[in-house]
């Protein structure tokens, strides 16, 4: 069992498998408490999932369900860190390209052992590589007009300013991402303590915030 401490995204209990000598072979986290309902039905969430022995992923993903279904869990759901604001799924094609950054990656024959073992796909994501980056100038002035004309305006991120700056981007990120699959809140605090440690990482002025009256509308980043 883990100790939850008092933090949001701890796992309610940890589930490894060990060599004679106590070497880690396999192990997972698992939550049960408060996840995001599927069809109505409880879900239970496998996260954390590291395999270093193929044959040990049958007992691992076994246990992990037990488990679950003993807390009342009607559907298991991985790999899935206590919520998507955490890591929420496997690579299944790696590409050609490095990963961008804070993209998840996994062994190759991770996404199998899920499959061999009784799960199967519940959603699929992608993302895409553009090079065509020619900006139509006629397009780009319409955009920019409409723009002025709601009074919206567009400006870098204040890392002098960070934490208002991140409950800006709290604020919009909740609203923007209320309707996504498997989605469940974050508090501001839980926001900031996900996010503040990059603010070094970052150029600022790729970070761009969009505001109506000074009310936070949009971001992107770059």
């Known amino acids: 069992q883990a100790d939850k401490a008092g933090k949001a995204n701890e796992a309610d209990a940890i589930v490894m498998i060990q060599d004679p000598q106590g070497k880690v072979l396999a192990q997972c ?9 599927l069809n109505g039905k409880a879900t ?16 691992l993903l076994q246990m992990a369900c037990d488990q679950l279904r003993a807390h009342g869990c009607q559907i298991a759901i991985g790999p899935l860190s ?3 604001w955490h890591r929420y799924r496997l690579v299944t094609s790696l590409g050609r390209q490095l990963p961008f950054f804070m993209e998840p990656t996994n062994p190759a024959h991770y996404p199998t052992l899920f499959l061999e073992n009784g799960f199967g796909v519940l ?6 590589l553009c090079d065509r980056l020619e900006v139509d100038g006629q397009e780009l002035e319409r955009y920019r007009q409409r723009f002025n004309a709601s009074g919206l305006q567009v400006r870098a991120l204040n890392v002098h300013d960070i934490d208002n700056e991140l409950e800006r981007l709290h604020a919009v990120s909740t609203a923007s991402f209320a309707c996504n699959f498997l989605y469940q809140n974050i508090s501001v605090e839980e926001f900031k303590a996900l ?10 002025s790729l970070v761009l915030l969009a505001e109506v ?3 936070p509308v949009g971001f992107v980043l770059l």
């Open 213 to 215: 009256e000074s009310q």
């Open 82 to 84: 206590g919520s998507t």
């Open 29 to 37: 986290s698992l939550w049960w408490s408060n996840t995001a309902k």
């Open 44 to 59: 239970g969430f496998i996260g954390d999932f590291e395999v270093i022995a193929a044959q040990e992923a049958k007992p």
């Open 195 to 204: 996010y503040k440690p990059l603010i070094p990482l970052l150029d600022p």
């Open 123 to 128: 959603a699929n994501y992608y993302s895409t």
